[in-house]
């Protein structure tokens, strides 16, 4: 059975510093990985994606992702933060594209 | 514009009467889902739909019913609501797996008495 664990339920940053926002995953078989952002009172939206290809993901808003087989994990980051990057993060997996598993969320408080 | 809507908004009921949330979407999607979210939990998924007539169970379907008679429509059903059925509701749709980009709806938030 495939899961996702977000390490981390809250992460404070300051303005303008660098993030990273942890996911690791288990699966007996190829996965296919996510990560989705919630901006307060709204639904979700996807940031990036990993279907198969290269381990790099870019995504939108200057977030990126890298696949990493080895330690089954699908870690987020960004360079630097803005105020407007507060919201939830959910990494998410599925194992043959159609039943989806989100992990628990990270909430991202951005610091001024 | 391209959408994913549900109804309604919000809802207080009781416990078990029965209620239905619409979802309607837009886009000609194939692939519809609907997940409950609760703080600590994240989101988890309740049902998905591959096409019209095509249900499927994800990770918490106990306690809900869906249907896909149409391929815009997928409504969630609850047949006698219970107060754990208390949360916020999201409707999904993308165009053809779960894999490609999911579009949420707004939400519904409903809280069962």
């Known amino acids: 059975a495939q899961s996702v664990t977000q390490l981390d339920s809250q992460v404070p940053v300051f303005e303008e510093a660098p993030v990273e926002l942890r996911c690791n995953y288990s699966?007996?078989?190829?996965?296919?990985l996510f990560w989705y952002v919630q901006y307060p009172n709204q639904g979700l939206q996807l940031l990036l994606k990993?279907?198969?290809?290269?381990?790099l993901v870019k995504g939108i808003n200057g977030f990126e992702a890298e696949f990493n087989k080895s330690q089954t994990s699908f870690h987020l980051r960004k360079p630097s933060v803005h105020i407007s990057d507060t919201a939830e993060y959910f990494c998410?997996?599925?194992?043959?594209?159609?039943?989806?598993?989100f992990g628990k969320g990270t909430r991202l408080h951005i610091l001024p | 514009e391209a959408q994913v809507t549900q109804n309604p908004r919000y809802l207080i009921t009781v416990t078990g009467k029965k209620l239905t949330v619409t979802c309607s979407q837009n886009?000609?999607?194939?692939?519809m889902s609907w997940y409950r979210q609760d703080p600590g939990l994240g989101l988890r998924q309740i049902y998905y739909?591959?096409?019209?007539?095509?249900?499927d169970k994800g990770d918490v379907p106990e306690g809900y019913k869906v249907s896909r008679k149409e391929k815009r429509n997928f409504p969630l059903i609850l047949e006698s609501p219970s107060p754990n059925q208390t949360s916020l509701y999201f409707c999904?749709?993308?165009?053809?797996?779960?894999?490609?980009?999911?579009?949420f709806g707004p939400g519904t938030r409903l809280t069962v008495l």
């Open positions: 990993y279907l198969s290809g290269s381990t």
């Open positions: 998410a997996v599925s194992d043959h594209g159609d039943k989806i598993i």
């Open positions: 699966s007996s078989v190829s996965v296919y």
């Open positions: 999904a749709s993308s165009l053809a797996r779960g894999t490609d980009t999911q579009y």
């Open positions: 739909s591959m096409n019209v007539e095509v249900t």
């Open positions: 886009m000609n999607h194939e692939y």
